[in-house]
């Protein structure tokens, strides 16, 4: 039996927590990554990509100013999205299908009613929409302070918040969104994380899983950006990213996870 005394033991573990939160410190600090800047411009790119080790803390970024810079999330609004519907009860579950309003769309595949574990995939924005007006401005407010969630404004308009703003964050702040998803740190439900875990799944490759969303934000007079955020699972590990870029054109779209899959390989993560 140790012979410590109480107080003596509470000392000891205030002084391990106060270095435990000190490392984290120091190791949340961006560590610029050339190799993954380099695979930026290798695809003519212009952008950011931060990685971070769910283990260590570590972030490692290409371009650590713009990785701190916040736009507007477009459809990788979708995750946060997903865990707010099932938390608000606006959807039952992944299988309740949605309408998505009978107009035309700019993108044939959401002309049609959808549950969320199609809508989501599919990037419906019809279908999100209809979810955000039952959802409704004040719950919104009050699920992305929840999730201290970028900027946490929503405007007025329940349904383009996330697609034309003022809705903003960076791709530092998505990756640690993503990381504290997969952790089961956000206050949602476990059955909720677990719906919106499996309907990111992508694909896998030897034991390693990879989730994701991509997004485009696209208004007239400002710079278009493409999104593809995320995570890796692999042996227990989890490595959360977010890459952004200026996306002028719909057809670079490919190119958002293809460059984001080459940094992954660059970094030992998946491929």
């Not at 993954?36 to 283990?55: H, N, P, Q, S, Y």
């Not at 946060?80 to 009978?102: K, Q």
């Not at 199609?118 to 401005?137: D, K, N, T």
């Amino acid at each position: 039996m140790s012979s410590r005394s109480p107080a003596l033991t509470r000392r000891a573990t205030l002084a391990m927590g106060a270095l435990a939160l000190a490392a984290g410190r120091a190791s949340a600090n961006p560590v610029e990554r050339p190799d993954f800047a380099a695979a930026l411009k290798e695809a003519d790119l212009t952008g950011t990509f931060v990685l971070i080790d769910g283990r260590t803390g570590s972030v490692q970024v290409a371009d650590a100013a713009r990785a701190g810079r916040r736009y507007v999330p477009a459809s990788t609004f979708k995750i946060p999205n997903s865990l707010i519907a099932l938390e608000a009860g606006a959807v039952r579950d992944e299988n309740e299908v949605v309408p998505y309003g009978g107009k035309p769309q700019f993108i044939k595949a959401w002309e049609r009613d959808m549950p969320l574990k199609e809508a989501l995939p599919a990037s419906s924005v019809p279908v999100y929409q209809e979810i955000a007006r039952r959802v409704g401005l004040e719950r919104y407010r009050e699920w992305l302070a929840k999730f201290d969630y970028g900027n946490r404004e929503t405007g007025a308009v329940v349904d383009r918040f996330w697609l034309d703003g003022p809705l903003t964050i960076s791709a530092v702040e998505e990756a640690r969104f993503n990381l504290r998803l997969v952790r089961g740190e956000l206050p949602v439900a476990p059955r909720t994380r677990s719906i919106v875990r499996d309907l990111l799944k992508l694909e896998s490759a030897g034991e390693a899983v990879l989730y994701g969303k991509t997004g485009w934000f696209a208004k007239r007079g400002e710079t278009s950006i493409g999104w593809w955020s995320g995570w890796v699972e692999r042996a227990g590990e989890i490595h959360a990213f977010a890459l952004n870029i200026d996306m002028p054109q719909v057809e670079m779209a490919p190119k958002r996870v293809a460059a984001g899959k080459a940094i992954l390989k660059l970094a030992g993560i998946y491929g």
